[in-house]
């Protein structure tokens, strides 16, 4: 039996976990992220942290369920709840009785929740025009498309 992931397997190992795929995706994610935050910071949202960051996007236009947010961002409810107070002690949002379920609460955004939501925007349009440039238009093209291929792909494996 031969030992392989020995020293003399290290520098193989060490290649493998910095540039596969999946660690390249979350390095990016993780960059794209904390420019974001900090763009969003340096508009006034200084409260903000990825948690937030994390469960606002789960946050439908019209109010979602907190139990519905809790699943959308992969939380349990306890903590999805610890974010939706959290959010709503700045501002963000507001908590409201279900009309269609009076057990239910509705997480919905406030006007600060609403500013966000235009100043997220921008951010977002900022950071791709970056890598616009940083790419060329033609890769950030080819990028965008790979992206959307590589999900379609895996949301056809799953049904």
């Known amino acids: 039996m ?7 397997g290290a520098e193989r190992i060490r290649e493998t976990r910095e540039q596969h795929i999946g660690r390249l995706f979350l390095r ?3 960059s794209f992220a904390a420019l974001a935050t900090r763009k969003l910071k340096e508009r006034g949202h200084e ?3 990825t948690a937030h960051t ?6 439908d236009l019209e109010g979602t ?15 999805a ?9 700045q501002g963000y949002v507001e908590r409201l009785p279900d009309p269609s379920d009076s057990r239910a609460t509705l997480v919905r955004f406030t006007d600060a929740g609403w500013r ?10 900022e950071i791709e025009a970056e ?3 940083a790419l060329g238009e033609k890769r950030m093209r080819l990028l965008r498309s790979a992206l959307n291929d590589l999900l379609e792909h895996e949301e056809g494996r799953g049904r």
């Open 47 to 49: 409260g903000l942290g």
């Open 28 to 30: 990016a994610s993780r």
């Open 65 to 79: 369920r907190a139990t519905a947010l809790a699943e959308r961002a992969g939380m349990s409810k306890q903590a």
């Open 2 to 8: 031969t030992n392989e992931g020995g020293p003399a």
């Open 81 to 89: 709840g610890q974010v939706v107070r959290d959010l709503q002690r």
């Open 116 to 125: 966000f939501l235009r100043d997220a925007g921008d951010v977002k349009r």
């Open 131 to 133: 890598y616009g440039a």
């Open 54 to 59: 994390a469960l606002l996007p789960h946050v």
